[in-house]
């Protein structure tokens, strides 16, 4: 036992070494009847990891899901978030359809945390962040700055690991709600190659996809295993006409587009991604590796409609002594020698007003958008996300058994954002109706050292000692965008807009480049105290170069109760470094203020005067404490079930505020400082550490394998259940947006899945249910009391045509399932016919057929 103890705890950390990695993997207590079983063992846990084998792995101390790149490609999602959520059972993620940077980069949620408390791996090496900050994150992961796992294409992983448990004692930043590791193929020969193409019920989001991996050698002593994807997926629309676009069309304006605003979602072009792994052995006991990627995808999705009455900024006026409504007119001639009406009355039709047709759109000295929009206008905004990372390193032992790891890591991601369809109101008739309205770049390059030494201590199994260190270096830049999108034009002193309209660009006296780097320390200890009794401790120790330092542990424990029963728990405390990106972003959006009134809202530093006259101080971390334990059960017969109950509490949470209206003062400050376009601004929001929670759940996995009909089947059952409270907030925090951050994600999450198999055919079928939850709709104090409760079917038949062809058809959400129509304010205020948070999603049922072809 020993013996094969001590192979399966070399190969787990040369396969998946990270500084954690190592020492929880290393707890893997594989039990061997022979030694020529162990090789089988530690092919099936390090390699494989199907569900053939326990889906949470059974001998490590805290809860582990182990998904192989089958359960990947056995279903309907595409995307790498979707494909998540579909087997994680406490990951969440919506469509996100008018979310502003949320639309190109998707948060995700691990047991009800924000999208970036879950750490992000990919060969047990930290993955970089995403450019995109979640400006609008449906409250709960609002500010959130997390990993892109989108970049990332099925095919090229060979398996998943997600550790739910807190780690940032062994891993550091971040990982508060746990870890996702993303091991990649190592094969040196073979691969596949697979095309899809997918539509939903209704008729579009069509989806083409084609993918592929190949496995090559390098040299008689290496590998090459490449993987690339290419996708594009047309947009979605699940829309009602809006009232107000309604009563234009009544009052005779048939320029009106039907309908006005769009939500489903954006449509994906060009989405590129491609992957390496590398490895070569240069002696018996080293070998070096590399893996990296690149990834770009173009974005674009709808936006707010632009009424071209009331608009303002562009088409608002103001109102006379009698309430009536007036248009906003500019005058070209440069001296105000236009003598341009002030006071045309609007009235149902503005373009039907015989002084609007005679006095502005037949006078070349005056100017209305209505000239050039007359329906009004939906800006389209998108963007491209363009990301690159490269790590390398060599890996071995040295003398007495001493394991070393070494690695270099570099990684960026950059958005480019782009909003089409729109004007510079202030340029008049000359604006553009396209823009580049800046960029943003997240780089990170990592150093990490690490070594690994068994010391038999006279018991039955040595005691595991981990150590290592951790250089990391990042930087944010933002970089100004089109001179048009910021410009200061000719009618910014008569009221009209300054910058593109929905998304003002980034001047360049805003464009910054951030940086900040960080040391840290850690020492991880494991050891079998009986043939029953594992502990296991950790301890980091961090020091950042902007606010300081912190040390963070961790000890947890499994208990092998009888022969079928184990128990296990864990202790640790985290915390949450604020990103460069919160502490430094400048960022105009539009958005719903209270009451449904459309505004631009200026995101600031928070050090920013001010960030600071409204209450902003500089960012300090988050820090956590997790408790979790567990029982594991594994029968005679094949029955493997796992719970595990989890509390999180986390303190100095950072996020955004919410809109705060800005004064007249305000604003001729922010002029002051230089901020150009300051007087469009109806509110601002900064980051803030705003505040504290308490996460609470449970975790349910079961799987069993039975023989039936001739064939084999194979059942697996994942359930969450998850509760978050907040215990206290600012005044910066509305009520509804704490109704957000406690009931928007659905209390109770499980899915139940059968995969028959029999011969030449393959049947699966998935039954999902999603639990009711609060929606402030489009954050705008606009509550929606009970989304759901929702229950969703997939289904999915394979034939193996021969040896090397697999046909598939299958459906998501087979039964054409909706939420609950938005009765209260679906054509009332911006024209969503469902919730748009909802858990099961917006679009409904859709179909596929994929072609997979392996050699």
């Known amino acids: 036992m020993k013996t094969s103890m001590s192979l399966v705890t070399k190969h787990v950390r040369t396969a998946l070494t990270a500084s954690a990695a190592v020492s929880m993997l290393a707890s893997l207590n594989v039990q061997a009847q022979q030694s020529e079983e162990a090789a089988e063992d530690i092919e099936q846990i390090a390699i494989v990891g199907t569900r053939g084998a326990p889906r949470s792995v059974g001998d490590s101390p805290v809860p582990v899901d182990i998904i192989s790149s089958e359960e990947f490609q056995n279903q309907g999602a595409t995307d790498m978030v979707s494909m998540m959520q579909t087997v994680v059972p406490s990951f969440n993620v919506n469509d996100q359809p008018i979310n502003d940077a949320s639309t190109l980069v998707r948060p995700a949620n691990l047991r009800g945390m924000a999208s970036d408390h879950t750490l992000v791996l990919v060969n047990g090496k930290r993955r970089h962040r995403s450019a995109v900050i979640t400006f609008l994150g449906g409250g709960l992961s609002d500010g959130a700055q997390g990993p892109d796992i989108s970049v990332i294409p099925s095919s090229a992983l060979k398996q998943v690991e997600v550790l739910r448990d807190g780690a940032a004692a062994q891993y550091g930043s971040d990982a508060i709600a746990g870890v996702v590791n993303f091991v990649l193929k190592d094969n040196d020969e073979g691969g596949m190659f697979e095309a899809r193409y997918g539509s939903y019920y209704e008729g579009d989001g069509d989806l ?11 040299s008689d002593n290496g590998f090459i295993n490449l993987s690339a994807e290419y996708r594009t997926s047309d947009p979605t629309s699940r829309s009602v006409q809006r009232d107000d676009a309604a009563a234009l069309i009544a009052g005779g304006n048939t320029f009106v587009e039907e309908p006005a605003q769009i939500w489903g979602s954006p449509e994906i072009k060009d989405d590129i991604k491609i992957f390496a792994n590398l490895g070569l052995e240069l002696s018996d006991n080293a070998e070096a590796y590399a893996f990296g990627n690149y990834a770009t995808r173009e974005v674009e999705g709808g936006f707010y409609y632009r009424h071209p009455h009331t608009r303002s900024g562009v088409y608002d006026g ?472 929702e229950l969703s079917v997939d289904v999915e038949v394979g034939y193996h045509v021969n040896d090397n062809l697999q046909l598939v058809v299958g459906a998501k959400n087979a039964l054409d399932e909706y939420p609950d129509r938005n009765v209260a304010y679906d054509s009332e205020v911006a024209g969503a016919k469902y919730p748009v948070t909802s858990p099961l999603g917006i679009n409904g049922g859709f179909y596929y057929v994929r072609g997979i072809y392996t050699f």
């Open 208 to 218: 083409m996809q084609v993918s592929g991996n190949i496995g090559l050698p390098l």
């Open 318 to 789: 103001g109102t006379n002594e009698d309430g009536e409504q007036l248009l906003l007119v500019g005058d070209l001639t440069g001296d105000m020698s236009g003598n341009c009406p002030t006071d045309i009355v609007v009235g149902d039709n503005v373009l039907d007003n015989p002084r609007y047709v005679s006095e502005v759109a037949n006078n070349p000295d005056c100017f209305s958008f209505n000239e050039m929009f007359p329906g009004g206008f939906t800006p389209k905004f998108g963007g491209t996300v363009t990301d690159m990372s490269l790590v390398f390193g060599t890996r071995g032992e040295l003398a007495n058994e001493i394991g070393y790891d070494i690695s270099l890591n570099l990684g960026q991601n950059e958005i480019e954002f782009a909003i089409s369809n729109t004007i510079n109101p202030s340029l008049g008739p000359d604006t553009p109706t396209s823009f580049k309205p800046g960029t943003y770049t997240q780089s990170e390059q990592t150093l990490d050292i690490d070594l690994t030494k068994p010391i038999d201590i006279g018991l039955n199994d040595p005691l595991y000692l981990a150590g290592g260190f951790q250089y990391r270096h990042e930087s944010y830049e933002s970089i100004a965008g089109d001179i048009a999108s910021y410009e200061i034009g000719p009618l910014a002193s008569q009221g009209f807009g300054i910058g593109s309209n929905g998304f003002p660009g980034l001047s360049n006296k805003s464009q910054n480049d951030a940086s900040r780097h960080n040391i840290a320390f850690y020492l991880d200890a494991e050891m079998y105290l009986t043939d029953d009794f594992l502990i296991a401790g950790a301890v980091r120790y961090e020091d950042y170069s902007d606010f300081g330092t912190t040390t963070k542990g961790k000890v947890s424990a499994r208990y092998q109760l009888t022969e079928s029963i184990a128990l296990r728990g864990a202790y640790s405390t985290g915390f949450k470094a604020p990103t460069i990106g919160q502490s430094n972003v400048r960022n105009v959006t539009t958005a719903f203020g209270a009451g449904g009134k459309l505004e631009d809202q200026a995101t600031l530093p928070p050090t920013d005067p001010i960030s600071v006259q409204k209450g902003g101080t500089e960012l300090t971390p988050e820090e956590s404490e997790s408790i979790s334990f567990g029982v594991v059960a594994e029968f005679e017969n094949g029955l493997f079930v796992t719970a595990d109950y989890y509390h999180i509490e986390v303190t100095d949470r950072i996020s955004t505020t919410s809109a705060i209206a800005l004064t007249e003062d305000d604003i001729a400050a922010l002029l002051a400082q230089g901020v150009s376009d300051a007087s469009s601004f109806s509110a601002v929001k900064y980051f803030t550490n705003d505040f504290d929670t308490t996460t609470e759940g449970v975790d349910i996995v079961a799987n069993y394998s039975q023989e039936m009909f001739g064939g084999d089947t194979k059942y697996s059952l994942a359930y969450n259940w998850t509760s978050t409270t907040v215990d206290d907030a600012s005044d910066n925090i509305t009520p509804d947006r704490i109704r957000m951050l406690e009931d928007n994600l659905p209390p109770v999450r499980w899915s139940f899945t059968a995969n028959h198999t029999n011969g030449d055919w393959r049947l699966l079928g998935r039954v999902n249910y999603y639990g009711s939850i609060f929606e402030d709709h489009l954050d705008s104090s606009l509550p929606i009391d009970k989304v759901g409760s």
